[in-house]
C-alpha cells in the first residue's frame, strides 16, 4: 500500500480548507442578497449546504422585524449559521429550528435541536481541529452579545444568543454606540486579512 508524501498531505489540507472557505463565501454572499429579510436568509441554510433532508428545519419570527447594523447583522448571521451547520453535521437530530425573536431591549436568536448532544469537552474547548465554538463566542464578545450553548444527550442542543437592542438595532442606536461599531468592523476586517495572509504565508 502506497503512503502519501508529507507534501501530498499538505496539498489536500490545503484543498480542504480552500473549499471551506469556497462554502463559507457562497454562503456570505447569498445571505446578503437576502438580508433584509433575515429569516429567509436562515431558512435557505440547507440548501446552502447541500444537506440531504435528514432533518426537519424550520424557521420562527417572534416579534416585528427591524432593521439592523450591517456588522452586527453580518456576525449575527454567521454564529447563526455555524450553529445550524454543526446540528446537520453533527447532531443526527430529526428536528433543527432557527428562532429570532425581536424584542425591544434585545434580539435573541435561538438555534435548537433534538440530537445527540455535544458532549461536554467538546462543549467547553471545542473539537480538536475544529473552530465552530470557540469561533462563535469570539464573534458573539466582539457585537457585546451574550451567548450560551446547553447541550445533554437527552435535550439535544440549543444555542442562545443575544444581542442588546441598543448594539443590534439601528433606531435605538446612539452615535456612540455607531462609532463603536464601525470601528469594531473595521477592526474585524484587518484581522481577518492578517490571518489570510499569515495562511497564504
Not at 36 to 43: G, K, T
Not at 86 to 104: D, K, M, P, W
Request: proline share 3%.
Amino acid at each position: 500500500m502506497l503512503k502519501c508524501s508529507p507534501i501530498t498531505r499538505v496539498l489536500e489540507l490545503m484543498g480542504q480548507v480552500l473549499e471551506d472557505g469556497r462554502s463559507a463565501a457562497r454562503g456570505m454572499r447569498l445571505s446578503k442578497e437576502r438580508m433584509q429579510n433575515p429569516d429567509l436568509a436562515f431558512s435557505r441554510i440547507p440548501q446552502e449546504l447541500a444537506v440531504q433532508a435528514s432533518a426537519g428545519f424550520g424557521v420562527i419570527v417572534e416579534g416585528t422585524p427591524r432593521s439592523m447594523h450591517p456588522a452586527v447583522r453580518d456576525e449575527v448571521y454567521c454564529i447563526g449559521r455555524e450553529a445550524v451547520t454543526n446540528a446537520f453535521r453533527h447532531s443526527r437530530a430529526t428536528r433543527i429550528e432557527v428562532q429570532l425573536e425581536y424584542g425591544f431591549r434585545e434580539l435573541r436568536v435561538l438555534v435548537r435541536d433534538n440530537g445527540c448532544g455535544i458532549d461536554s469537552q467538546a462543549l467547553d474547548f471545542g473539537r480538536e481541529g475544529q473552530w465552530g465554538l470557540s469561533g462563535m463566542r469570539e464573534r458573539a464578545e466582539r457585537i457585546g452579545a451574550k451567548l450560551r450553548v446547553r447541550s445533554s444527550g437527552n435535550g439535544g442542543t440549543e444555542v442562545d444568543l443575544r444581542v442588546p437592542g441598543r448594539v443590534a438595532f439601528e433606531s435605538q442606536a446612539s452615535g456612540n454606540v455607531t462609532k463603536w461599531l464601525s470601528k469594531m468592523y473595521a477592526r474585524k476586517t484587518d484581522s481577518t486579512a492578517s490571518e489570510r495572509e499569515k495562511r497564504a504565508g
